[in-house]
């Protein structure tokens, strides 16, 4: 039986072979035909701003006849080389299909940035351009609005695996998810996740995937800058969070009839993490953290796309098991030696170091 990441792969690759157009909205909308826009450059008119950074393509900043635009032109070949990043585009205008139509069935999607337009032959994506600024992740309003929209996606049945700041800006009353390229489909009421047979991964939810994609990469600062207590007091604020938003999360997906095993799942995950924030939340942020980062870490090896952030990451977690070993064998999360574990992670330094992309191709 084929994974469920084995499916979706099949039906992106069938849908770029079939040559097909795959199309969203309405193009007399917009200030000019789609062929214009799938040819801006940096200098053409109506252009403030030309965003390089992304993995998947250009993002230019257009005002044109009274509209403020986001145009994402993708580019042919992904930076991310893997099967998931190259087909992160057709995966991401299936996915803004999708919630269009829910969002017209009466679905509610806080946070959900909506497309104007989107086109697979003109490899263009074209949304509202959002003011913002990267999220601050120490704020409670930011960290309850990003798990909002986790739950409501959730339900609606799409599973975002990227939540990385490169796809999030905060315009200061909402927090928007405006990149949906590694954004899966799954049954919310059979199944707890997009990987897998949907019940075979159970380590990756919403809280594990905002800590490892997100947040943990801002306590990296927070720990670097403040120290490790005040790390520690925004991981509790986090966690406490993640797990009130997963009480809601099952508490609806209960109401709605969802099946025992998704619904275990998370309550068992709901126990462990409650038990082990009230312990000791120290030793939780360092357990939490260590999975996270080495998630992380594994995720940009596997798609070559390294940054200056992976090598932070690796600091970070040669420092923590170099001083806590015994914590993170205690909680079953070393299936080696520390020795082996320490030379693994050197190793994977040494290919972080190898992977580095050029500067401004760090933001998935
Ligand atoms: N609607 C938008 N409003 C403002 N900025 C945007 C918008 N969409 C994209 N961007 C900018 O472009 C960058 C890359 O966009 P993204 O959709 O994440 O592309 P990629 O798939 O290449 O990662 C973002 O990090 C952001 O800076
Ligand atoms: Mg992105």
New binding site residues.
């Given amino acids: 039986m084929p994974t469920l990441d084995e499916q979706r792969q099949q039906a992106a690759l069938a849908w770029l072979a079939s040559g097909c157009e795959l199309s969203i909205g309405d193009a007399s909308r917009l200030p000019c035909p789609p062929e214009a826009l799938a040819a801006l450059t940096p200098s053409s008119t109506g252009v403030h701003r030309h965003?390089a950074?992304?993995?998947?393509?250009d993002?230019y900043?257009l005002r044109l006849h009274g509209q403020h635009l986001?145009v994402?032109v993708a580019r042919t070949e992904s930076r991310v080389r893997n099967l998931d990043g190259e087909t992160?585009f057709v995966n991401?205008l299936l996915r803004h299909q999708e919630l269009a139509t829910a969002r017209d069935a009466g679905a509610a999607l806080p946070g959900i940035?909506h497309a104007h337009y989107g086109s697979l032959r003109h490899r263009l994506l074209v949304?509202?351009?959002?003011d913002g600024g990267p999220p601050d992740l120490s704020d409670a309003r930011v960290l309850r609005q990003l798990f909002n929209t986790g739950v409501h996606l959730h339900l609606a049945g799409h599973f975002e695996w990227d939540w990385s700041p490169?796809?999030l800006?905060d315009d200061g009353q909402q927090v928007w998810l405006?990149?949906f390229?590694y954004q899966y489909r799954f049954d919310p009421l059979t199944q707890f996740n997009s990987a897998g047979d949907g019940l075979s991964c159970p380590q990756h939810h919403l809280v594990e995937r905002l800590g490892a994609r997100c947040v943990f990469a801002a306590l990296l600062d927070t720990e670097t800058t403040w120290g490790l207590a005040a790390a520690v007091a925004q991981f509790t604020q986090f966690q406490a969070l993640g797990l009130a938003a997963m009480q809601l999360l099952h508490a609806q997906l209960a109401q709605r009839g969802a099946q025992a095993k998704p619904l275990q799942t998370l309550q068992d995950w709901r126990s462990k993490a409650g038990t082990a924030l009230a312990c000791d939340p120290a030793t939780a942020y360092r357990c939490e953290g260590w999975v996270a980062h080495l998630t992380d870490v594994l995720d940009d090896l596997h798609g070559q796309s390294c940054d200056p952030r992976t090598l932070q990451r690796l600091d970070w977690l040669q420092q923590v098991l170099h001083q806590h070993a015994a914590a993170l064998q205690a909680a079953g999360l070393l299936n080696q030696p520390p020795s082996a574990m320490q030379a693994q992670l050197l190793q994977y330094q040494a290919q972080a170091q190898q992977w580095q992309l050029a500067p401004g191709g760090s933001?998935?």
Avoid: C, H, Q
């Avoid at 949304?127 to 959002?130: C, G, L, R």
């Fill in positions: 965003v950074s992304g993995l998947t393509g993002v900043e986001a994402k992160a991401e940035l949304t509202p351009w959002v490169g796809n800006l405006f990149d390229g933001a998935r």
